[in-house]
């Protein structure tokens, strides 16, 4: 059962534009909604995180928007850059029990110059 | 920042083998996780420990057991491998339970081929 449903599954943009990704959840349980980067041969890491009592978190050009009536976030990448170019993870969690993170599927992310 | 260390980058292993992973993180963490990372499936949860010698089954804990033996190392152990677990590894570390932070640091991964 895929408790976190990401799309697209992958994504081309062009130098300069926006890349958006989608997210929604099933368990209103979750109430931390984290944003992994990964690179090719690395680790995911964390690039950006939001709790559901604000609608928007911006961080340079990464934007997070929830919508928690529609169980939906998504991640804005403005302007983007061949830099960008990485696979990406929506996730989600709460803060009861052990706090176990469920993943999306992965959206990969190509910026072409 | 926190480093996780795991073992090997590849490995190739026959059908049947007993295989160990290691992972080991600096940072003195009480949560370890082991996740597998597949094309098309995301990452998902095999096995997690939030203290020496406890751990807690993931999504997908079939074929696979843990060891804890130590806070900074974490081990996954594939008993007897088979082909369908040929996969991308990867061990996380995160802060205590009640931390505000609920950041996972990643390992770079080891990718295991199953003969």
């Known amino acids: 059962q895929q408790q976190v449903k990401q799309s697209p599954q992958s994504l081309i943009v062009q130098k300069g534009g926006i890349s958006i990704i989608n997210c929604a959840y099933e368990n209103t349980a979750f109430d931390y909604f984290p944003w992994y ?12 995180a939001i709790r559901p009592d604000v609608s928007e978190k911006k961080e ?54 | 920042d926190v480093k996780v260390t795991q073992s090997s980058r590849y490995l190739v292993k026959r059908t049947g083998e007993k295989v160990f992973l290691e992972c080991v993180q600096d940072m003195d963490h009480e949560n370890m996780f082991w996740y597998r990372q597949d094309p098309g499936l995301g990452l998902r949860l095999i096995y997690f420990s939030y203290d020496v010698k406890m751990k807690e089954k993931g999504d997908i804990p079939e074929g696979y057991s843990v060891s804890r033996e130590k806070k900074e190392r974490f081990s996954l152990i594939l008993e007897s491998a088979s082909t369908n677990q040929t996969s991308m590894y990867l061990c996380a570390s995160r802060g205590a339970i009640y931390a505000t932070n609920e950041k996972l640091f990643f390992g770079s991964g080891t990718q295991l081929s199953v003969l």
């Open chain 1, 37 to 48: 980067q990964q690179f090719p041969g690395k680790g995911p890491a964390l690039l950006i």
């Open chain 1, 60 to 113: 340079g050009r990464f934007t997070i928007s929830f919508n928690k009536s529609a169980k939906q976030f998504s991640l804005h990448i403005m302007d983007s850059q061949p830099g960008d170019s990485a696979t990406y993870f929506c996730a989600a969690s709460s803060s009861g029990g052990y706090q176990k993170v469920t993943f999306g599927t992965g959206t990969k992310l190509q910026v072409i110059p």
